[in-house]
């Protein structure tokens, strides 16, 4: 089972990324996905969640209004669309899948991990 996150790299500020993960060896569409990051020197912290459906997202304070999270469980794939980025969004994306049905904000719910992706936003 792997969770394979890509779509990172340098960016200005101001501008827009979208971070991909693709599951492969089983299918995650009853699982809750989500999005945490991991800044130099700092603990990971959540970013945003998606219920299996799709139709619950949920996101941290700093970073509603400019990301979005969305799935295609025909695709087994969960993405993070970036906008309006700051230097300060700058860590190690990760994405992850939590089997427990809870909405997602915790990161000791979650089950899998993938191995991140480095987002880089210059000022």
């Known amino acids: 089972v792997q969770l394979q996150a890509s779509g990172g790299g340098l960016v200005q500020a101001g501008g827009s990324l979208r971070l991909s993960c693709a599951a492969s060896?089983?299918?995650?569409?009853?699982?809750?996905k989500g999005w945490f990051r991991q800044a130099p020197g700092k603990e990971r912290e959540f970013v945003a969640a998606?219920?299996?459906?799709?139709?619950?997202?949920y996101y941290a304070d700093s970073v509603r209004g400019r990301f979005a999270i969305s799935r295609d469980n025909t695709k087994n794939t969960v993405t993070l669309q970036m906008n309006s980025l700051k230097p300060e969004d700058t860590a190690v994306y990760y994405c992850?899948?939590?089997?427990?049905?809870?909405?997602?904000?915790?990161?000791?719910?979650?089950?899998?991990w993938g191995q991140g992706t480095l987002v880089t936003v210059s000022s």
């Open positions: 060896g089983r299918t995650f569409s009853t699982y809750t």
């Open positions: 998606i219920n299996w459906s799709g139709f619950r997202e």
């Open positions: 992850a899948a939590d089997s427990s049905g809870a909405n997602g904000t915790y990161q000791g719910s979650y089950d899998y």
